[in-house]
């Protein structure tokens, strides 16, 4: 799910949001009207009153929407079908503000999955970093990226590091990321 564009919306109900950049958690009362900027990952930015609010999958209702549907593994799936799905899962995550998910920045430098103490269950460790140690949003995005992961069936645990070593630097994108941001 991906837009660029303005659609207008209106709050059907009260909802919980995070202003961006700042990272605050704000509730935004029914009614509100603004207009949808991104649609990424599950979550959509929104602009009301002046202001960006990020609003998660889970109350995509508020806007109109439906919610992202269950993920689901077959049966005795193996860890590498589970690393599949983290990875999967991690692209799902977007800095508010980028129209880049979360690996193809670069932010992704390690995603491990182990096997929990319990039968049949798995942990997933993370190692990620920010494009800018002081990012308001930072505390947003390492509990997307945790809340995803754990949305993955037999994921007990997702245990997300976030590091500053090494330092991010736009060499660490992908080529079609740099293509997108104009960092070429």
């Known amino acids: 799910m991906y837009s660029r564009s ?3 919306v209106r709050l ?4 919980a949001a995070v202003l961006v950049p700042q990272g605050e ?3 935004l009362p029914a009614g509100s009207i603004g207009y949808i900027t991104q649609a990424l990952g599950g979550s959509y930015t929104v602009f009301i009153e002046g ?3 990020r609003i998660a999958g889970k109350d995509a209702d508020a806007l109109g929407k439906e919610p992202p549907e269950p993920l689901e593994l077959p049966d005795g799936a193996d860890d590498e079908a589970v690393e599949q799905m983290v990875w999967r899962q991690l692209r799902t995550c977007f800095d508010p503000e980028i129209p880049i998910n979360v690996v193809d920045l670069g932010l992704i430098y390690e995603a491990t999955v182990k096997a929990a103490p319990a039968e049949g269950e798995r942990l997933v460790e993370v190692r990620m970093t920010l494009t800018a140690p002081a990012c308001g949003m ?3 995005l390492v509990d997307d990226v945790r809340s995803k992961l754990e949305m993955i069936p037999t994921v007990a645990e997702a245990d997300v590091e976030l590091v500053f070593d090494p330092p991010w630097g736009r060499h660490m994108m992908s080529e079609a990321a740099r293509l997108e941001t104009g960092m070429l």
């Open 25 to 27: 958690h704000v509730n």
């Open 51 to 53: 202001n960006l609010f």
């Open 12 to 15: 059907e109900r009260d909802c």
């Open 138 to 140: 930072g505390d947003i």
């Open 6 to 8: 303005s659609e207008p």
